[in-house]
C-alpha cells in the first residue's frame, strides 16, 4: 500500500511540474509574439522580407530559426574560417586574390585542382571541361601558380564541413535539412545570424502557431508579388510614355555593359537559359571578396543590374534597376542620362512604399547627389506637366561631375567583376549586413528598339547565364530584410574602390 501511495505522490509531482511547464511555454509564446509583434511595427520590412520568398524558403528560415543558438555558434565558425582564408591569401596581389575568391566558389573544382598534387596545364584544361566557361581562366591562371594556398583552402574546406555536420548532428532530420539547404543560400543565412533577435522571435512564434504564421505569410507573399508585378508593369508604362527616357536606358546599359562587364554588348540576345542556369556563389565560410563594402554574394551578369535583356522578340523586363546600377549611373555620369534619371525620380514619387525598396535607391543617388544638375530635372518636369510637386534645387557644381579621367585604367580579366577596387583598401574589422531578397516577377515584353551606337560588339559568345532561385538573391543590399545597423555610412552604390570605367 506504501508502494501505491508513494507511486501515486511521483506521478503527481511529474504531472505538477509538467503542466508547470507548459504555463512556463504558453507564457514565453505569448511573449514573444508581443515582442514580435512590436519589432514588425518598429521595421514591417523585416517581416516583408521573410514573406517575400517562396514557402519551400520561408518553411527552412523558420525551422532553422528556432534554434538561433546554432546561428550563433555558425557565425563564430564563419569569421575563423573567414580569417583562416584571408591569412592563406594575404600576401598575394589583390588580382590574385580575387582569382582565388573566384575559385572558392567551386569547392570541387578546388579539390580536383589539389588532391593530386601540383598538376601540369593540360591536366587542368582537361579538368575545367566539366565547369562553367566563367571560371576556365581563373583555374588556368591559378590552378598552379596558387597551388599551395589552393591546397590549403582545400584542407579548410574539410575543416569547415566537419565543424559544420559536427554542429548539426544532435539536431533532428528536418533541421538538418533545412540548414543546408540555406547554407547553398549564404545571403538568407548570413541575414538570420545578424538579425538574431527577430530570428529568434520568428522561429519561437512559429513553434507555436505554425498554421497561423504560415497562412499569414502566404498571403502577406501574394501581396507583395501583386504589388511588385504591378508596379513593375508601372515602370515600363511609363518608359513607354517617355521615349527620351527608355532610349536613354537603352544607351546606359549599354555603357554599362562595356565598361562593367567586361565588354558584354546588350544587344546579343539572352535566351531562356536566363531563368534555369545556376550561378555559383561565394562560399559561406569565406565570404565575398573582403574590399566589397556591401553584400555581393553571386556575380550575376551586366542585365540583372539593368533590369532587362534582348530576348529573341525584344526588350524583356525582369525587374527594378539595382542599387549597384543606379549608382554607377549617378556617380559617373549624373548629367548624361537626365530623362533617365527624371523617369527614376518619377517613379520613386509615384511609389512611395514600394517592395522594390527602390525609394532607398533614389534617394541616395538622386535626391542626395547635389552633382546632378537639378535645374534640368525641373525643365523636364516642366515640359511633363509638373508631375512632381516639389521644389527642385537650381545649384549645379562648378566642375563638370561627369568628366571622364584622362587615363584608362588597365583592362580586366574577363572573369573580374567591376566591383574589384582599381587599388587596394584596408580589410573591414567586420563583414557588413546581407539581406535576403523578394522573389522575382514573371518577365514581360516591351518594345524592342536598340542602342543606335552600340560602344561594343564582340563576334560571338554564349547566352548569359543567370538563376534568380524565384527570389533573385543578390538584391540582398537593396531589398530590406536586414536593417543595417549603421545606414548612413553605407556606400553609395558600389564595393568600396570605384566602379571600373575606361
Not at 502577406?220 to 504589388?227: D, G
Not at 511609363?238 to 532610349?247: G, I, S, T, V
Not at 565575398?288 to 553584400?295: A, E, F, K, N, R
Amino acid at each position: 500500500m506504501r508502494v501505491i501511495n508513494r507511486c501515486k505522490v511521483i506521478s503527481t509531482r511529474f504531472l505538477f511540474v509538467l503542466i508547470l511547464q507548459v504555463v512556463v511555454v504558453s507564457s514565453m509564446a505569448q511573449t514573444d509574439l508581443i515582442k514580435l509583434k512590436q519589432v514588425i511595427e518598429e521595421d514591417s520590412t523585416l517581416l516583408n522580407g521573410l514573406a517575400g520568398y517562396d514557402a519551400p524558403v520561408r518553411n527552412d528560415i523558420l525551422i532553422v530559426a528556432q534554434h538561433p543558438e546554432v546561428l550563433n555558434r555558425l557565425k563564430d565558425q564563419q569569421e575563423a574560417a573567414q580569417q583562416s582564408f584571408q591569412n592563406i591569401i594575404g600576401d598575394y596581389d589583390r588580382d590574385t586574390q580575387f582569382g582565388i575568391y573566384e575559385l572558392s566558389r567551386y569547392p570541387d573544382l578546388i579539390k580536383e585542382l589539389t588532391i593530386q598534387g601540383k598538376l601540369k596545364k593540360k591536366e587542368i584544361e582537361n579538368i575545367i571541361l566539366s565547369y562553367p566557361e566563367d571560371i576556365h581562366e581563373a583555374a588556368l591562371k591559378y590552378g598552379r601558380k596558387c597551388y599551395k594556398a589552393l591546397a590549403s583552402i582545400e584542407h579548410l574546406n574539410e575543416k569547415n564541413q566537419k565543424g559544420f555536420d559536427d554542429l548539426i548532428s544532435k539536431y533532428d532530420t528536418d533541421f538538418q535539412a533545412s540548414i543546408k539547404r540555406l547554407i547553398d543560400t549564404p545571403e538568407v543565412l548570413s541575414t538570420m545570424a545578424e538579425n538574431i533577435e527577430f530570428t529568434r522571435l520568428a522561429g519561437s512564434v512559429y513553434k507555436q502557431y505554425p498554421e497561423d504564421v504560415d497562412a499569414k505569410l502566404e498571403v502577406l507573399h501574394n501581396q507583395i508579388k501583386a504589388q511588385k508585378e504591378q508596379e513593375l508593369a508601372d515602370y515600363q508604362e511609363e518608359l513607354k510614355e517617355d521615349p527620351e527616357a527608355y532610349q536613354e536606358m537603352l544607351n546606359a546599359a549599354e555603357q554599362f555593359a562595356a565598361e562593367e562587364m567586361s565588354n558584354k554588348s546588350i544587344t546579343d540576345p539572352v535566351t531562356k537559359e536566363v531563368e534555369v542556369v545556376h550561378v555559383n556563389h561565394y562560399s559561406y565560410w569565406y565570404g565575398y571578396p573582403y574590399w566589397y563594402s556591401y553584400p555581393y554574394w553571386r556575380p550575376y551578369p551586366w542585365y540583372y543590374h539593368t533590369g532587362f535583356y534582348y530576348g529573341p522578340r525584344g526588350v524583356v523586363f525582369i525587374g527594378m534597376p539595382s542599387y549597384w546600377y543606379v549608382g554607377w549611373h549617378h556617380r559617373y555620369y549624373p548629367n548624361r542620362y537626365p530623362h533617365l534619371t527624371y523617369h527614376y525620380y518619377r517613379h520613386s514619387y509615384r511609389h512611395p512604399h514600394s517592395y522594390y525598396n527602390f525609394n532607398r535607391t533614389v534617394n541616395v543617388n538622386i535626391k542626395n547627389n547635389m552633382n546632378i544638375d537639378r535645374s534640368n530635372l525641373a525643365r523636364i518636369d516642366n515640359n511633363r506637366g509638373k508631375i512632381i510637386p516639389r521644389q527642385w534645387p537650381s545649384q549645379r557644381p562648378v566642375a563638370r561631375p561627369d568628366a571622364r579621367p584622362s587615363a584608362r585604367p588597365e583592362a580586366r580579366p574577363a572573369t573580374r567583376p567591376s566591383t574589384r577596387p582599381t587599388q587596394p583598401t584596408q580589410r573591414p574589422s567586420t563583414r557588413p549586413s546581407t539581406r535576403p531578397t523578394q522573389p522575382t516577377t514573371k518577365p514581360s515584353t516591351g518594345p524592342a528598339t536598340r542602342p543606335s551606337t552600340p560602344t561594343t560588339r564582340p563576334a560571338t559568345r554564349p547566352a548569359p547565364r543567370t538563376n534568380y532561385n524565384n527570389y533573385r538573391s543578390n538584391e540582398s543590399f537593396r531589398q530590406s530584410w536586414s536593417r543595417p545597423s549603421t545606414p548612413a555610412a553605407r556606400p553609395a552604390a558600389r564595393p568600396s574602390g570605384g566602379f571600373r570605367r575606361r
